[in-house]
């Protein structure tokens, strides 16, 4: 193996971690989440599943990432064999098929940030119409979406230490100080107590239902980064003597306050502006989910004393917390090729121009952006899966003593996370993605099996099905490229 | 503020910000004991 770059320090890990954890998801669907599954009695779930689902993973990815140096489909190769490289190249793909249609959500941010520092944002008169005018034009989500994935690029260039560590000790530090500034501003509102009421009231029937709990669950599987293959990434750039648990539970933690700090910005601005119409605002998804962020956030700050400045701050943060997710796809993508032992600029090259070409049909249909966000959302679930299997496999008392109580190690994990990762995870998946099949069949009894609708068991099937045949065909050639012969 | 709004918000910002706070408190000092230990 060739030589690996190395992050400079345990908190050039740390924060480029949290830059992969702290992405669009925390700002703009936690609080809608929240808001539709009764505020205070969801949170509790939330916090247990974080400990529950979301740190045992970046436990387990950390874990692998650092013992075997290798990118997903090195790692699995590694850990179980060449035979199930095929189940690395999945995870790998799950998170580069997001990767495709997150950059057209950067792109999304950029533009609106482009807005509020062009002082256009608040000459709109209709922000529904102008949110269709925008998506509906074709060229400008491809305009953002290349400008997006080009900023990414560049810096991943940089490779490690002075890309990846150099951005992420830049937009970190700023989104976390952006966020904090709002949410100072927002509780100061006045009758901003009401959004802090409606948050923290605990219905305690609500936790009877299952569906707070299953929300609960899905929402740190999608923004906790747990169980995409990130983790496993950035963890081969770990120092050779660096801990794992300590700086798993910092990170979950961290971005799990992040999330908190979100809602409470949003639901003291949205109440003290607006009370009467606080829970439409908070619980209608909009277009594309979008709805509370492109179509009331400009609507909300226009209310505001010194709003401009303040629209400048939320979507300055939105779009770097976009943005650090978005380069630790790239780098993931990247880091598979490079471990083909191709150059990172050529890697890079191959990965940019992909992105760009295969993000296109996101940019240009909301349709096929729907229908991806779809597959691969539910898809992760699986990735998840195959990490908990990975560990399993290699056996979870072995990864635990060797590969997490390593030197280095700040904290001694106990017995309790082979269980956890041996049955909780597996049982949390099956249960997930039952859950979300179930809903679909549900709502739509007659098209849940078509393939070409956006949202439908069927299409899941198709395009999971087709890329895990098709895995399976090359794997060999992948693993010997990888692994060498 | 409803009483169990205020222990809900205490409970729920006790742990995940106490939490992170407490964790970054232990990591900084295991950190620092490592690098003296180096030197």
Not at chain 1, 117 to 141: C, K, M, R, Y
Not at chain 1, 167 to 188: C, E, G, H, K
Not at chain 2, 25 to 30: E, H, V, Y
């Amino acid at each position: 193996m060739v030589n690996i770059e190395r992050f400079s320090s345990r908190w050039g890990l740390v924060i480029s971690v949290i830059g992969i954890a702290v992405g669009t998801g925390n700002i703009w669907r936690f609080p809608r989440i929240a808001a539709t599954n009764g505020g205070g009695s969801f949170l509790i779930p939330w916090i247990i599943f974080l400990f529950l689902w979301s740190i045992p993973l970046m436990i387990a990815e950390f874990g692998i990432g650092k013992s075997t140096r290798y990118g997903p489909v090195g790692s699995f190769a590694t850990l179980l064999g060449k035979r199930f490289a095929w189940m690395g190249v999945f995870v790998a793909f799950v998170a580069t098929a997001i990767m495709f249609y997150y950059s057209v959500v950067a792109g999304w941010c950029l533009r609106y940030l482009m807005m509020t520092l062009t002082s256009q944002l608040f000459q709109v008169d209709n922000h529904t119409e102008d949110w269709a005018t925008f998506i509906g034009s074709g060229w400008q989500p491809a305009f953002f979406h290349f400008t997006a994935i080009t900023i990414g690029a560049l810096i991943i260039r940089k490779g490690v230490v002075h890309g990846i560590e150099r951005a992420n000790r830049f937009l970190i530090p700023s989104l976390l100080l952006l966020i904090i500034i709002s949410a100072v501003r927002a509780v100061t509102l006045p009758g901003a107590y009401e959004g802090l009421q409606f948050l923290f009231t605990p219905e305690f029937s609500n936790l009877l239902d299952y569906r707070v709990w299953l929300q609960a669950l899905t929402q740190n599987a999608w923004d906790t980064g747990a169980g995409w293959g990130l983790i496993l990434t950035y963890a081969v750039y770990m120092r050779e003597k660096e801990d794992v648990p300590l700086n798993a539970a910092l990170i979950g933690l961290g971005n799990n306050s992040v999330s908190l700090l979100a809602a409470i910005t949003i639901f003291c601005t949205v109440f003290a502006l607006v009370p009467e119409q606080a829970g439409e605002i908070l619980q209608t998804p909009g277009p594309a989910n979008t709805g509370l962020t492109f179509i009331w956030i400009p609507q909300l700050f226009y209310q505001m004393p010194g709003g401009a400045f303040f629209a400048t701050f939320f979507f300055l943060a939105l779009t770097f917390a976009a943005l650090s997710s978005l380069i630790s796809m790239l780098e993931l993508a990247t880091r598979v090729f490079m471990d083909m032992k191709m150059s990172r600029s050529k890697a890079l090259s191959l990965v940019y121009v992909g992105t760009l070409v295969l993000g296109l049909p996101s940019a240009l249909s909301v349709d096929f952006f729907l229908n991806q966000d779809w597959t691969w959302g539910i898809a992760l679930m699986v990735s998840g899966a195959f990490i908990a299997i990975a560990v399993t496999r290699y056996g979870a008392e072995r990864f635990r003593s060797q590969q997490i109580n390593s030197e280095g190690s700040d904290i001694h994990v106990g017995h309790w996370y082979n269980y956890l990762v041996q049955y909780a995870i597996p049982l949390q998946v099956v249960v997930l993605i039952t859950w979300w099949f179930y809903q679909v069949i549900q709502a739509d009894p007659r098209g849940w099996w078509n393939p070409f609708l956006p949202e439908s068991v069927g299409t899941c099937i198709l395009q999971w099905g087709v890329v895990i045949l098709v895995f399976l065909f090359f794997n060999k050639i992948i693993a010997d490229r990888t692994l060498g012969r | 503020m409803s009483v169990w709004a205020l222990i809900t918000m205490i409970v729920v910002l006790g742990i995940l910000w106490g939490g992170f706070v407490a964790v970054l408190a232990l990591a900084i000092s295991k950190e620092n004991r490592k690098n003296l230990r180096k030197d």
